[in-house]
């Protein structure tokens, strides 16, 4: 057996796994071309509706070409978690292989990737009506009622999470009034992991490149952003859904929660669109360096103030960014810690094992997916090849 995309077996799982600006989308679209495979985002940010530049999501012409499933799902306003990840994945890689083609997973969302490689514990699904009672709870009394009843019914939980965790804190009370069992007792329950499929044959690609040409990449995609209008972008999206609330996960997303700190530093009048809108900006202006240097006069030109504030957007949105990525590359090194070794699988096809090979960049895996022919019999390689 080799890496060669040819030589793989019909029944194979592909995992691209590498952090953001790497260049993962640009060869799953190669592999795409070669009409062996189907393309599933694993990309917690990809599958909003709307929100496209920030996301750095393909472009609607490039989605029709390449068409990638898990791709604008849900509205912002929604929420997505990883049980029903696991769930849309394991049938659309069903789905595919009766399709007579292979799953490419790509994407950088590492958590996901934990969840296919390491398993999640049987939590239940949301109840719809269960989520409505405890986000209408939510906006009537505030995630420190949550919080209280969580250190009720959940303390263990409790001391995993933060006041600023709203979305953890939620499902955690979810579940509780749902089932009447701690989130924290579900979490113990052994874990299931679709790697561990006796009729798949999981191969993980996990990339981490050299961190100062990360850097840079990140550098310049924020730069094309900018310059796509990735501010009027985020205006718009406060325009189309004003329901839109500071603690959705969807406005927590690097680089949009920037924009948004930006746009109440500015005092731009769509942070007047809603209530939690406007606590958000009276919030951040209390204490943003930028609003007290204003406060104080030592700025006193608007248009230097918003330029001021404009570059102080685009830093915190390259530092986090850049702090994203390192937090990538910790998961990936976990999960090639991950114990698979011992795990053979017997199919008819051969026996295989679920596996991460590791590599320096993308330019190493399209080498040997589309070029080379390499064998591999043991867990976590490390493979080799001229950059």
């Not at 406060?238 to 959705?248: A, F, G, I, N, T």
């Amino acid at each position: 057996m080799n890496l060669n995309y040819k030589n793989l077996p019909d029944n194979t799982v592909l995992s691209l796994i590498a952090p953001t600006a790497s260049g993962k989308t640009d060869l799953a679209f190669k592999l795409y071309e070669t009409g062996r495979f189907e393309i599933i985002s694993v990309d917690s940010a990809l599958i909003y509706q709307d929100m496209n530049i920030g996301t750095a999501k393909p472009t609607t012409d490039e989605l029709a070409n390449y068409p990638h499933y898990l791709v604008d799902i849900i509205k912002p306003t929604q929420t997505y978690n990883v049980a029903s990840f696991i769930n849309d994945v394991k049938n659309l890689i069903d789905n595919s292989h009766q399709n007579g083609k292979i799953p490419l997973l790509v994407g950088g969302t590492m958590m996901y990737y934990m969840a296919l490689f390491d398993g999640i514990s049987s939590v239940p699904d949301t109840n719809p009506a269960i989520r409505k009672q405890v986000m209408n709870w939510l906006d009537e009394k505030g995630i420190d009622d949550l919080y209280h009843y969580l250190q009720i019914h959940d303390p263990i939980i409790c001391q995993k999470l933060k006041l600023s965790d709203t979305q953890r804190i939620t499902r955690a009370v979810e579940v509780h009034l749902q089932t009447k069992i701690a989130m924290s007792v579900w979490q113990q329950t052994p874990k299931t992991a679709p790697c561990q499929n006796p009729n798949q044959n999981w191969i993980g690609l996990s990339v981490e490149p050299d961190r100062m040409w990360l850097h840079e990449r990140i550098a310049k995609r924020l730069d094309i952003m900018w310059e796509r209008g990735f501010v009027d972008e985020v205006i718009q999206l406060l325009q189309k859904y004003p329901e839109l609330s500071p603690d959705m996960p969807s406005m927590r997303c690097v680089g949009y929660r920037q924009v948004l700190e930006f746009l109440a530093i500015t005092e731009h009048p769509i942070m007047q669109i809603s209530p939690s809108w406007r606590h958000f900006s009276k919030d951040l202006q209390k204490n943003h360096t930028i609003f007290t240097t204003k406060n104080n006069n030592f700025v006193t030109d608007s248009q230097k103030l918003h330029n001021l504030a404009c570059q102080d957007m685009k830093n915190k949105a390259l530092y986090a960014t850049r702090q994203l990525a390192k937090r990538q590359a910790t998961w990936q090194r976990s999960l090639a810690r991950l114990p698979h070794a011992p795990t053979i699988i017997q199919t008819n096809q051969g026996v295989f094992y679920p596996m991460i090979l590791s590599f320096n960049s993308i330019k190493q895996v399209q080498e040997q997916l589309l070029n080379k022919s390499v064998g591999f019999t043991t867990w976590n390689n490390k493979l080799s090849s001229d950059t």
